[in-house]
């Protein structure tokens, strides 16, 4: 566990890196940057893919990963990724392939197939052999039991039936020796068949698509500057649909910490009602977090904040809200 870790804590990827645009959704197929981008840059996307072993639930998830379209202009802002509209890049570049690049990438597959095969058959072997060798202790096991009783029920007989009585355990108890050999001679003399493969991209045989002047910018709704504040201050964000707000605030990584705010954006002189904050507060003490409203403030003449620079620098605030009687 110690080397997976280490493992996947030295991934590094090439900054920037595409994120996928399909039907107006933000997608990552490749794993290796949807483990650097939660490490390096906090961002958790939602897995929505289902696995190959498990396909009738949805509990467990897998691949692709789709962010918010917040995670997603957060990264194109800081320079680490860039859109890429997946339709248009396929229907350019896939008829342009040559039949030698397409046959070199069915190898690649193929190759890749066999190598998972041969991995899945020896594990398979491993286990045969653990059950074979288990069952043959539990036989012997009974065996000697029955011996003994029979001995001692019976009064006890010549050498013959010694001799007998041995033999007989010889014949009902499988010596370890034959069932490791009757496992190991399974699978020596045939190639496994390979697995087919489905590539998590299809940019294998292409080339890995360049940022370019014209890549799209991910759509962001109005409250993208309380993400992008509450990003700014190290938080973990994730959706907040399962507790009714639009974020759900963590001081660190969802799969260790447990999240500390509700976080619902709101224009600056936006009403709100009151039986909405009153709900908000309750609801957020009651599951031991605190009910967060945030939005970007205005000066007297209606702008935004400005910076010492002249430009114009969003400066947003939040309130936090906990119901004490509670």
Not at 135 to 142: A, E, L, P, Q, S
Not at 221 to 243: A, D, E
Not at 275 to 298: C, N, S
Request: proline share 7%; aromatic share 8%; charged share 25%.
């Amino acid at each position: 566990m110690d080397e997976a870790f280490n493992d996947a804590s030295s991934i590094t990827v090439p900054e920037p890196f595409p994120i996928n645009l399909v039907a107006n959704r933000y997608l990552i197929y490749d794993i290796n940057v949807v483990t650097y981008i939660r490490r390096e840059h906090h961002i958790c996307g939602v897995l929505i893919g289902s696995l190959p072993q498990f396909p009738q639930q949805n509990i467990f998830l897998g691949l692709p990963q789709e962010l918010m379209p917040e995670e997603a202009r957060l990264l194109v802002d800081k320079g680490a990724a860039f859109v890429v509209d997946d339709v248009k890049i396929h229907a350019n570049r896939i008829p342009a392939l040559t039949q030698e690049e397409k046959v070199a990438f069915m190898k690649t597959l193929e190759r890749q197939g066999r190598e998972i095969a041969r991995a899945a058959e020896k594990r398979a072997e491993q286990k045969r052999e653990k059950a074979l060798e288990k069952h043959g202790r539990k036989n012997h096991v009974k065996v000697l039991d029955g011996r003994r009783n029979h001995s001692a029920a019976e009064p006890k007989m010549g050498e013959d039936s010694l001799g007998n009585e041995a033999e007989s355990e010889n014949l009902f108890a499988v010596p370890d020796n034959s069932i490791k050999f009757k496992g190991n001679s399974s699978i020596k003399d045939t190639e496994p068949v390979p697995y087919s493969i489905t590539p998590t991209t299809s940019y294998q045989p292409l080339t890995i698509p360049q940022k370019t002047p014209d890549s799209p910018l991910p759509a962001i709704p109005s409250s993208y500057p309380l993400f992008k504040h509450l990003h700014s201050k190290n938080y973990f964000i994730s959706p907040g649909l399962r507790f009714g707000c639009q974020y759900l605030v963590y001081p660190g990584d969802p799969l260790r910490f447990h999240s500390h705010f509700l976080a619902v954006s709101a224009e600056w002189e936006e009403e709100l009602d009151l039986l909405d904050i009153i709900g908000g507060g309750r609801l957020g003490t009651g599951v031991k977090k605190g009910f967060l409203i945030g939005g970007v403030e205005k000066n007297d003449e209606g702008d935004d904040m400005e910076g010492g620079s002249g430009k114009k620098e969003e400066r947003v605030r939040t309130f936090c809200i906990e119901w004490g009687g509670m």
